[in-house]
């Protein structure tokens, strides 16, 4: 298991002055309401941009948690660091897995841009096919509410 005092040893995380900390927390947040309501927004005519927004709230609300609760922000590889710090901090192996998904469909949907742009034929995640497109549509719904949604629920309980 990853040590926070090595992380801050190697500039992935820095500990949090007392005059920021109160801007921090409050720009955290804003950006996971709005990445969850962004989510909401889109499920149905932009599923892509839902899911990446659905992470990206369980992302924020992870670092609003320690932020407020340890004082850390994080510097580097912001991910998997986020990750290694919530494996550190908490011990509750459900929230973990829900997270380490979200980060999974994240980097899915990276990798699908990364092969999009490496082909030079896709202009999309998806070709455009209905079909495709209730496919993603199904799997926004799903993520959100078997992931995002409990995951951010369980995170709130932690920030009273």
């Given amino acids: 298991m ?11 995380l820095s500990r ?25 927004f889109n499920l149905e005519k932009f599923p892509r941009w839902a899911i990446i927004s659905g992470y990206y709230s369980m992302h924020d609300l992870t670092k609003l ?3 407020k609760n340890y004082r850390l922000k994080i510097e580097m590889e912001v991910h998997a660091t986020t990750i290694k710090v919530l494996r550190e901090i908490i011990k509750n192996k459900e929230l973990i897995e829900l997270m ?9 949907l990276a990798q699908d841009l990364y ?30 509410e078997e992931n995002v949604d409990p995951y951010l629920n369980k995170i709130k309980i932690l920030l009273k």
């Fill in 65 to 67: 948690l320690i932020a």
């Fill in 115 to 144: 092969e999009a742009k490496k082909e030079r034929v896709k202009v999309q995640y998806y070709t455009g096919s209905e079909f495709m497109k209730k496919e993603y549509q199904k799997r926004a719904k799903e993520f959100l």
């Fill in 16 to 40: 949090i002055n007392e005059l920021e900390l109160p801007r921090y927390l409050n720009f955290l947040n804003n950006y996971y309401q709005d990445n969850l309501d962004h989510t909401k």
């Fill in 2 to 12: 990853v040590k926070i005092e090595l992380l801050l040893t190697e500039g992935k």
């Fill in 100 to 108: 380490e998904e979200g980060y999974k469909e994240f980097l899915s």
